[in-house]
């Protein structure tokens, strides 16, 4: 029967081989299945391009050891196939095998002639390559892994005769060598048999444990690896960070599926469409709700210990968007707003119509208002309260209805900035005709006193002068004083009515007065009450315009400097070096204060303590009940001619000839700050406690306003009169201040602005 030779597709990096082909023999067939295996085993697409594993290094030498033989061994190259036509193929001979470039003949001596003993040799070494391969598989699958099949597992059963044989052996694709495959080496899954139960494809998608030892061949010498890790090298297991990770991933997911559950709750979160054949109408899927739905399973609620009625009701508040105005009375929201400032009640009326309407409304802004302007009483009696409060109309101690408060806010903070920013009007008040030594006024009038021996009310809002005070020689005469110099800023500067017959009209004589010097003053709503050169007080009925007196208080030996007075007493200090305390009541003397060992130049009242302020250079904390000195506060250099007590009675402030103004503690004594000094004596001093500021004017013509908790200088008005100021007071609004120039000069920070009517009281 002639041969027939095929010629097998060439391997990269292998040698050209020839099959023969000859008839089957029936009683090679399980050697020839078997054989297959170890022809796949030898093939290079399979195992010459793999990576070598420790296992098969005690292989390797051994293959290379009978590689020659195997050359020329038959039953190691012959191989049962299919033609590519389809049709059975004549069975594989093994008389003969092409090497290199010639055949050889193993039945002869020469290459040409077929030789019968080849073949128990050649069936010895093929029993041999079967053991070497199956050695080999088995290394391969138990290092494959745990979901690799064991060869335990793997059945092999031999092809009955109708079993169709292989196709023509064709390049593998091996996906751990790197060898891309060609277009050409595509060809059908090679397979053992039809009733093979392990198929050798598995062991191509099976994931291989690298070489200790590397690749090898071009790829090696292209590709080079890193070398491999010692044995020896320390690692950690890395539990603690997986575990970690993992604790992190489920916040994360808990976290999402909090977030798109409450999304869904409140119908930002859609359903996905989902087609009605898809749709399990029995398991609820997709399906929407009709009603809301109340978790009870938070997981916040949860940790944080809630019972389930608690999280339910947390839940819904959270589920339902509401405005708190719309649900809550209207009282209710009143009372909440309330309780804001004013920068978050602008902030709140903008939100919407409803919350300007609210936020705008008159009683919210009233409390707001008077929360922040409002004068607090801290003594009793209630110390007399200088200029106006800014705090609108009051009735028996109460608000007034009717009144625009936001409008009134918006005023007060205007005339604050104004006073920050130094920028007051000027109002000149023309009519003494010598120093004008002291002052007072309220919301209606200013009361000045004058070494012209003369008193004067001037109309606080035409700035005229209402009426003068005097005796029937003190009268002033024509064309006094003369027209003096004016500051720029200056908005109102009337002549003087003395001499016109207005001017005559206005001056009163009364049944009592004084004939010298006027050189202190205070009043009330009900009283007032001046001292005099005279060395004597005179005590005014200022209820009615006729001003008339009610009785003069004698007991000082010298010219009375300063008086003050509450609801109870009325206290007078004088150059003899002495206080005395009268009753209000009656005009009766009660005390005389002595201790001071000069000239006690000023005084001032808080309940039943008294301060006082003397040319020896020496302020004194005074008991009203037991006469007796409880605290003094010396100066550093020299005497003392002005003091304030503050409202609470816990600071007392006092200035003199060292040009400074000194801040004490009125409980300890100690000296908590001294200003900046001044370029003349300090004169006079004034603490306007309710707004934050002190006044203090002085000899070198200045007016300083500084702040009262920090003593910081942010207000300086120079030479706005042309002489010394003897006399400085303020309010919220404006500082009146008194020259030796005879004229009364007023500061207005709320000159020009809108709506400043409307925080004037009654």
């Known amino acids: 029967m002639p041969y027939i030779r095929h010629e097998q597709a060439k391997e990269k990096d292998s040698p050209d081989v020839d099959v023969v082909s000859r008839p089957q023999h029936q009683g090679f067939v399980e050697a020839e299945q078997q054989i297959q295996v170890g022809q796949l085993d030898r093939r290079h697409s399979i195992l010459s391009l793999r990576p070598k594993t420790s296992s098969a290094v005690d ?110 052996p064709s390049r593998l694709e091996h996906k751990d060598s790197g060898v891309p495959p060609t277009l050409h080496d595509v060809s059908p899954p090679l397979t053992l048999g039809l009733h093979s139960k392990f198929s050798l494809r598995r062991f191509g998608s099976l994931r291989r444990r690298p070489a200790t030892s590397g690749p090898s061949g071009d790829f090696a010498r292209y590709n080079p690896i890193p070398p491999g890790i010692p044995i020896s090298y320390p690692s950690s297991g890395g539990h603690a960070a997986r575990a970690s990770v993992a604790a992190y991933n489920q916040r994360l997911s808990m976290a999402r599926q909090e977030q798109e559950t409450a999304s869904f709750l409140e119908g930002d979160l859609l359903a996905s469409p989902i087609d009605e054949d898809m749709r399990d109408n029995e398991s609820g899927v997709g399906m929407m709700c009709s009603s809301p739905i109340e978790r009870t399973d938070s997981v916040q609620g949860k940790r944080m210990g809630m019972g389930t009625a608690t999280r339910q009701l947390i839940t819904t508040c959270a589920n339902t968007i509401t405005d708190p105005l719309k649900i809550l009375p209207a009282e209710l929201g009143t009372i909440i707003l309330q309780n804001l400032d004013a920068p978050a009640l602008q902030n709140a009326e903008r939100v919407s119509k409803m919350w300007r309407e609210a936020a705008s409304s008159p009683h919210v802004w009233k409390t707001v208002f008077l929360r922040e302007f409002q004068p607090e009483v801290h003594v009793s009696p209630e110390p007399i309260t200088m200029g106006g409060a800014g705090v609108g ?39 003494h005709s010598d120093s004008v030594y002291c002052c007072q006024f309220d919301e209606d009038k200013i009361i000045t006193g004058s070494r012209d021996r003369t008193i004067r009310v001037w109309d606080m809002k035409t700035y005229t002068c209402r009426k003068v005070i005097g005796g029937p020689s003190n009268r002033p005469a024509p064309n006094t004083p003369p027209r003096l110099e004016v500051h720029k800023q200056t908005v109102v500067n009337n002549p003087s009515l003395n001499g016109t017959e207005k001017g005559d009209d206005i001056y009163y004589v009364p049944e009592d007065f004084h004939e010298a010097s006027i050189l202190c003053l205070q009043y009330d709503d009900k009283i007032m009450v001046t001292g005099s050169s005279d060395h004597t007080c005179i005590v005014w009925d200022i209820t009615t315009d006729d001003y008339k007196p009610m009785y003069r208080l004698r007991a000082h030996t010298a010219g009375v400097l300063d008086v003050c007075l509450d609801e109870k007493h009325i206290i007078s200090c004088s150059k003899d070096a002495t206080i005395n305390v009268w009753d209000r009541a009656t005009g009766d003397h009660l005390r005389t204060l002595t201790g001071h060992r000069g000239p006690v130049n000023a005084v001032q009242l808080r309940g039943n303590l008294l301060v006082s302020a003397s040319g020896d250079g020496v302020a004194k904390l005074w008991n009203l009940d037991q006469g007796h000195c409880i605290k003094e506060f010396p100066s550093q250099d020299r005497g003392l001619a002005a003091v304030e007590f503050s409202d609470d009675a816990k600071f007392v402030l006092a200035g003199g000839n060292d040009h400074v103004v000194y801040k004490f503690d009125a409980l300890t004594g100690a000296l908590l700050h001294t200003s900046s000094r001044h370029g003349g004596l300090v004169r006079s001093l004034f603490l306007d406690a309710v707004n934050g500021r002190v006044v203090s004017g002085s000899y070198d013509q200045s007016i300083r306003v500084a702040d009262y908790h920090t003593g910081d200088v942010f207000g300086l008005y120079e030479n706005w009169t042309t002489s010394w100021i003897l006399s400085a007071k303020s309010d919220y609004r404006r500082v009146v201040a008194t020259s030796q120039d005879g004229r009364a000069l007023v500061l207005d920070f709320g000159w020009g602005v809108e709506g400043k009517e409307g925080v004037v009281g009654c």
């Open 59 to 168: 292989e390797s030498s051994t293959q290379r050891r009978s590689e020659p033989d195997m050359k020329r061994t038959a039953s190691q190259t012959f191989h049962t196939h299919a033609n590519h036509d389809g049709r059975e193929g004549a069975a594989l001979g093994l008389r003969s095998v092409k090497e290199h470039s010639g055949t050889l003949d193993f039945a002869s001596s020469t290459p040409s002639a077929p030789s019968t003993a080849a073949h128990t040799s050649s069936f010895s070494r093929a029993s041999q390559v079967v053991v070497v391969s199956c050695k080999s598989l088995c290394r391969r699958l138990s290092s494959s892994g745990s979901r690799r099949p064991s060869l335990s597992t793997a059945t092999f059963e031999a092809p009955s005769r109708k079993a169709s044989v292989t196709p023509p």
């Open 393 to 431: 109309k009051f009735k028996e101690g109460k608000p007034e209805p009717g009144q625009d408060w936001k409008q009134m806010f918006k005023v007060r903070k205007t005339i604050e900035r104004r006073w920050r920013g130094c920028t007051p009007s000027a109002i000149y008040l023309n009519g």
